[in-house]
């Protein structure tokens, strides 16, 4: 049996930049034959809608708690839903953390001003997994002569991702096997139509990841394999 998941999801409920509720993005992807996914709305340095008036316990609840309500309905599908965000550090400079939950942010409320390095070690410290979202991504916000962070904090390299184009993949490999790093891949979703559409990637393991810790693991043993359909 193969078994696929997508880790690089978004929704409406924290991501500024999605319109599709996580109830109906964990019922798409059922659908779409996936056996999970993890969800990764953008955080608060970047295109959230979670207001900015709200204490750090209430904010990351929001977070958390729409996870929360949507695993309800992927357990009943059947479907392995896990938690995780993406973090921006300017200029399109965007890293996707995994394995962490709501002790972990509600423990550490300085996340968002710490130098990324740092966040790095104590995700990693906690179990969990950093990945840079689509480092070579090319969009007209994006400044050409961009300075990339330091990849050596991180643990993967994000090395397909359905939304980009030209040689960026391929180039995003190339740095993933120099640099040594792990590797992720994630379809970047932020409605159900692009997953209807098929417009999608993941990663296909010969097993369930049912857990956090399964997941991580899976990640850090770089077993997965590539699932990209083609146009
Ligand atoms: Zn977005
Ligand atoms: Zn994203």
Partial sequence: MEYLYDFHVHSCECSACA??????????????????????????????????????????????????????VADELDLDLHFGIEENYGQAQEVLFYGIDIDFMLSNPDMCEIPIEELCERVRAY???????????????????????????????EIVNTANGGDADQKAME????????FTVGSDTHNVGTVEAGILCGLIFDHRLRTTEELIAALRSGEGKVYKKQK
């Fill in 19 to 72: 319109w599709s509720s996580l109830p109906d993005m964990v019922r798409a992807y059922k659908k779409a034959g996936y056996s999970g996914l993890v969800i990764t709305n953008h955080f608060l340095r970047g295109c959230t809608c979670v207001p900015s008036d709200l204490s750090w316990e209430e904010k990351v609840h929001r977070y958390w708690d729409c996870y929360v309500d949507a695993k309800a």
């Fill in 127 to 157: 179990g969990g997994f950093s990945s840079h979202a689509h480092p070579f991504r090319e969009r007209d916000y994006i400044p050409k002569d961009y300075k990339r962070m330091d990849i050596t904090a991180l643990d993967g390299i």
């Fill in 175 to 182: 740095l993933m096997k120099s640099s040594g790093l792990k």
